[in-house]
């Protein structure tokens, strides 16, 4: 038997009905939660990241004895109990230093997660103070072959995605892009390079830029851009990996059936997004295909062309007597 839980009072039934599935889902929300070796350097690291995803993010100030790859009973608690899907876990070992676990929950149950050791950190105190305007949009740049052909790093770049994309909308000012986070990989698009040991793996390179905007002196409208970096810094290797559960990524994949985009005969989409249909057209009996009405091509009676055709000659034998009756009149 299912418990089911009746709210009290009309602030817990609202509560309850935010938390309820939705054919359109809420923002995420993230939590930062600290293991119980968690230096400064990861503090930091954490705080700068959350920056980006304010005001959907908790941030936890208390050390948790928690290690995610053994047991992740204790996150899956948090995410419920504070109604979030994302989860970074910073920690520090003599083991593992300096690395960020993070962490993706489906019905407050971990999905996948993976580990990013922390090579190169430049915070962003460190740079020009430029701020950022609480819930602004990113632009997000994945620069690398191997973003879309390793199951690791698409795994990182769904991460990514889903935790920097901030609130679904349909439209957007471009005034509202402020900033660009880039993520590249130098590395081959070739998965058997890197099979075995993710150590073998290319580093991944976290840079954010401040989109600036200035006139331009061509004739069109169109703005000069230039990017500023802003910081926080990383280079990031991956560490261990735990993927998603075949059948419970199927289930999160999932689309609602009032979401579902109504099949139509002979239309298709292409993988830019453009509509592509088939035209059927029948045969076609071109002796009543209309053209351009011209009086040459105008069907008349067989008499009236022999009138035209005799008006014609006579035209031609008066032309040519003329320059006979001239000579005459010089003489």
Known sequence: MMRIVKPKNARSKRAMDNRSPKAIENTKRALTVRGSTCGILVQNAMTDIARYKQPDIKKFQKRNEIHPFEDASSLEFFSQKNDASLIIFGS?????????????????????????????????????????????????????????SHPHFQMVKSMFLDFFRGEQISMLDLAGLQYI??????????????????????????????????????????????LEEIGPRFDFQLG??????????????????????????????????????????????????????????????????EDEVDEIEDVIISDEEQPKKRKRQIK
């Not at 020009?128 to 973003?147: C, D, E, Q, Y």
């Not at 099979?195 to 169109?222: A, E, H």
């Open 92 to 148: 520090n070992s003599k083991k593992r230093p300096n690395t960020l676990t993070w962490l993706r929950t489906f019905n407050f149950q971990v999905l996948d997660m993976f580990e990013l050791k922390i090579l190169n950190y430049k915070a962003m105190s460190d740079f020009k103070k430029l701020t950022v305007n609480v819930g602004m949009k990113p632009l997000i740049s994945f620069a690398g072959p191997i973003f879309d």
């Open 240 to 305: 261990r990996v735990r993927e998603a559960d075949p059948d419970m990524l199927k289930q999160a994949m999932r689309i609602p059936k009032e979401l579902q985009p109504k099949a139509k005969k002979n239309v298709e989409t292409d993988l830019i997004g453009d509509k592509v249909a088939t035209i059927h057209v029948g045969k076609q009996d071109l002796m009543k295909l209309q053209t351009r009405k011209m009086k040459g091509l105008k069907k008349r009676r067989k008499d009236e062309f």
């Open 181 to 226: 986070i880039s993520v590249t990989a130098s590395g081959d698009g070739n998965i058997s390079v890197y099979s075995g040991d993710t150590s073998k793996l290319p580093s991944i390179n976290f840079r954010v830029y401040k989109i600036k905007t200035y006139k331009s002196k061509t004739q069109n409208k169109v703005p000069r851009v230039e």
